[in-house]
């Protein structure tokens, strides 16, 4: 038995790659590409550290060429989340037991493994399940995963390091337990970093967990999966399912070792699951913790001083960027009058130039939305907005799904602030501009902050430092991640921690301390050296 303490110092992030052209690991990443899409794979599902096939398969295909079969996973049902469950709770004892030094070092070694061996399959099998370009799926896959990995183990490292004061003639302690059950993580298609993050950072902190994975990110959770098992991570720690999510919830929400879940998704499902939670509360042998992003309506408000290509280029790249697939893209956009003209002239014509097919392709900016369920639904907002009187298509609008399931990158013009478009989460590459009198700036920070439900990211974008500052103060609730000149887009773990409050979510911050909180339970223990012998107190003695 060891006497030290072992300390974890704080990583810098993982560098991100060019991919320029000629570059190793352009070459890599097409190599990578050609030999996952040379094979069929087939993907079980892992409880209980076995691979499990059912024999009941769901195709996967990339979103940007629906023709290509990339393989087929095992889909379970409520007898395989029971199993799922059963092998957590045996693993729970051993694994809750285990030093943390030992727990850590299978998670460092894990992101090892991806900066190094796996890198490229991580990339891979992100841009070809997801339909992600080679940067976004570097930034996500690759990048932020590593670093959720690496600085979790720091912060968990500062966390269990913070013990009370002990006063003369006793000792003080914490202990910082993992949860009594097991813990639920489901995740969304979006990012793979996600996916990766929301069981890890429960199973780091001693926790064993079920994950459910969306089934259109199955052949990218399968490699995190893989790595995870080469790192070292123990049967059982983490079991890795398929199955409908009614069916998941009903195994899941009414089993009295229920502890917590872990979500990234959409506010109806989330709310949903409170409900459930809520109505079993009484089953449980402990309160869950119910920990949720669930999306947004993000904004970009630029001030009357603000700088033309400022503005496009956040809007650009905020709103198009992995077809507007993210939690945090820009959605609404509030132009003041002086500069709006100019604004929408550049977007525009920047909007042009970009081009759109397949990841393969390098030189393609934009892929495809991730399924026909999803194009369908943002074919509808764009098909609405051309017959609406409130609203108008200035740039995009097109989508075809016979070769993959394309929308073009659209913009509509609104004239009602409270335009659908404006106030409702599409998740697709839509952004919708409303334009105010640029001297209605205080009241338009109004209108930014009652027009969504939602509060995850936002921008303001000003050369004024008057208007910044009023813009932070008015937007205080609006925005859970705030940017200044910039995107709202592109959180770095470490630097910039994720998540948004309303209907965004539970604002636990993702890669951070406050995340880690929720995935532990402390004991405080006290000792008294020399104990007392008589009970009397020296103000009960005469005087």
């Not at 991806?114 to 399940?129: D, F, P, V």
């Not at 809007?315 to 002086?338: D, I, M, T, V």
Request: include cysteine; aromatic fraction near 12%; hydrophobic fraction near 40%.
């Amino acid at each position: 038995m060891h006497n030290a303490y072992f300390h974890f110092a704080a990583p810098a992030n993982e560098p991100v790659y060019s991919y320029t052209p000629g570059s190793p690991e352009r070459d890599a990443l097409k190599k990578q590409l050609a030999a996952f899409k040379s094979q069929q794979a087939d993907i079980p599902m892992y409880i209980g550290g076995k691979e499990v096939r059912t024999g009941k398969t769901k195709d996967l295909r990339p979103p940007h060429e629906i023709k290509h079969k990339l393989g087929h996973f095992h889909y379970g049902d409520a007898t395989h989340v029971n199993d799922a469950i059963a092998a957590a709770l045996a693993a729970r004892s051993q694994w809750a037991d285990t030093p943390w030094e030992q727990r850590a070092a299978i998670f460092l070694r894990a992101a090892e493994l991806m900066a190094t061996k796996y890198r490229y399959h991580m990339n891979a099998a992100t841009m070809l399940g997801q339909s992600k370009n080679a940067y976004q799926a570097e930034i996500d896959s690759a990048c932020e995963l590593i670093d959720f990995l690496r600085f979790n183990v720091h912060y968990l490292s500062e966390i269990y390091n913070q013990q009370p004061v002990s006063s003369a003639g006793i000792h003080n302690r914490l202990e910082y337990r993992p949860l009594e059950g097991f813990v639920l993580a489901v995740t969304p298609f979006n990012f793979t970093a996600i996916a990766g993050n929301l069981p890890t950072s429960a199973a780091m902190c001693g926790n064993v967990v079920v994950w459910k994975p969306a089934d259109t990110q199955v052949f990218a959770a399968n490699v995190t999966m893989q790595i995870l098992i080469e790192a070292g991570l123990p049967a059982g720690v983490i079991n890795l399912v398929y199955a409908d999510g009614p069916v998941l919830g009903d195994v899941c929400f009414s089993h009295p070792e229920f502890a917590g879940i872990h979500f990234t998704g959409s506010t109806a499902v989330f709310q949903h699951m409170w409900a459930s939670i809520g109505n079993n509360i009484s089953k449980y042998k402990a309160y869950p913790r119910i920990v949720g992003e669930t999306g947004g309506k993000d904004f970009v408000i630029a001030h009357k001083s603000a700088d033309v290509d400022v503005v496009a280029t956040a809007l650009a790249r905020g709103a198009f960027e992995y077809q507007g697939q993210k939690c945090s893209a820009a959605s609404r956009a509030y132009l003041p009058s002086n500069i709006a003209e100019a604004v929408k002239t550049k977007l525009v014509a920047d909007l042009k130039t970009m081009k759109q097919g397949t990841v393969e392709d390098f030189s393609n900016f934009v892929n495809a939305v991730i399924d026909e369920r999803s194009f369908d639904k943002i074919a509808k907002y764009i098909d609405n907005a051309k017959s609406s009187s409130s609203a108008k298509i200035i740039a995009g609008g097109g989508y075809n799904k016979s070769e993959g399931y394309f929308v073009e990158p659209t913009v509509i013009e609104v004239t009602d602030p409270k335009y659908v478009t404006m106030c409702e989460e599409i998740f697709g590459p839509v952004l919708s501009i409303y334009v105010y009198d640029a001297e209605k700036f205080e009241e338009t920070l109004a209108l930014v902050d009652s027009s969504s439900m939602y509060a995850l990211t936002g921008s303001i974008i000003s050369q004024d430092r008057y208007a910044i500052d009023l813009a932070t103060k008015k937007l205080v609730n609006s925005a859970g991640n705030f940017y200044i000149n910039d995107k709202p887009t592109g959180a770095v773990v470490g630097q910039q921690p994720f998540g948004g409050a309303r209907a965004s979510g539970t604002n636990d911050k993702a890669g951070s301390m406050l995340n880690l909180y929720r995935w532990l339970s402390a004991r405080t223990i006290k000792e008294t050296f020399v104990p007392a012998v008589d009970y009397r107190y020296p103000f009960l003695k005469e005087a």
